[in-house]
């Protein structure tokens, strides 16, 4: 038996398959990779709590795979993918030798990055079956960092994880047709984000955003955080992350400057939050 994440398989004859590639770099990416080989056989069956990409990396073979109630029995070819939203039910299982690369992503940034391209009630779309070649490549590119010990850096791991999210964003998801109850509208989060790029030298505090929204400070940020995919606090991190990692690409002020003008409390606290996020120094930044 494998467990990665909350994904939990094994070979048929109860074995863990053979690990090519796994994990990730000391980064918020929000994506994870696993690269598998199952002998004679695999067998799955869960509901997971994060996004699970399936790419079935071997020649033609029989699967039988379900899916939220549906169940299909085929022969995919190399490259066939496979989409499992957070809390669907879904199993598969095969009698062949099966070579698989699994993406696991996680809600909150893709949640976040559906939000950021106006598309706040965003639901991934399953799929038992396809094909998406641009997918297949970011997969790959992420599956030959991973196996060569992440030696080109956090930063182009975060850069392809990225791609492959927005990819996920423009060709995977659908938006209701009327919008979801206990969701902040379009309009009220781009007047919460225009505020607070208009304020990032100054303290922020929730209950400034709330009433931006109308709302009581303990229920708009319960709002956001499932409109958005993280907490008013983070999202105005957030924020002032990408502010600050713009002028250090600049390079026109020092770090203190930087760190003065995005509202961190110094340039340690700046430092700290660069190397949680993005896993770097703020030098490797620029």
């Known amino acids: 038996m494998l467990k990665f994440g909350d994904v939990r398989w094994a070979q048929k004859d109860g074995g863990p398959p053979m690990i090519f590639s796994a994990g990730r770099p000391p980064c918020e990416s929000g994506v994870s990779v696993l690269r598998t080989r199952f002998e004679q056989g695999a067998y799955f069956s869960m509901t997971p709590q994060q996004h699970l990409i ?94 060569n010990g992440y030696r080109n850096g956090p930063l182009l791991w975060n850069e392809i994880a990225n791609g492959l999210i927005s990819h996920l964003v423009f060709g995977h998801i659908s938006t209701p047709d ?49 409109s958005v995919g993280m907490t008013p606090y983070r999202y105005v991190v957030h924020l002032r992350l990408q502010a600050a990692r713009r002028q250090i690409s600049d390079g026109r002020m020092s770090l203190a400057e930087i760190a003065a003008d995005t509202g961190f409390a110094d340039q340690s606290h700046l430092s700290r939050w660069i190397r949680r996020v993005h896993g770097v120094a703020p030098s490797e930044l620029s």
Request: glycine share 6%.
């Open 54 to 147: 399936f790419l079935q990396m071997s020649p033609r073979l029989r699967i039988e795979c379900r899916m939220g109630g549906q169940t299909l029995r085929h022969e995919p070819s190399t490259g066939s993918l496979a989409i499992c939203p957070a809390g669907l039910d879904c199993s598969a299982e095969t009698n062949s030798t099966i070579d698989t690369l699994l993406i696991v992503i996680k809600p909150d940034h893709l949640a976040l990055a559906a939000a950021e391209n106006s598309a706040l009630d965003a639901q991934l779309n399953e799929r038992m079956t396809g094909y998406d070649q641009r997918l297949l490549d970011l997969a790959r590119l992420l599956a030959a960092e991973s196996a």
């Open 178 to 226: 009327t919008p979801l109850r206990g969701r902040l509208g379009r309009h009220v989060l781009q007047k919460i984000r225009d505020y607070i790029l208009a304020n990032l030298a100054e303290p922020i505090e929730v209950g400034d955003l709330a009433a931006l929204a109308g709302r009581s400070a303990f229920h708009f940020s319960r709002v956001f955080a499932r």
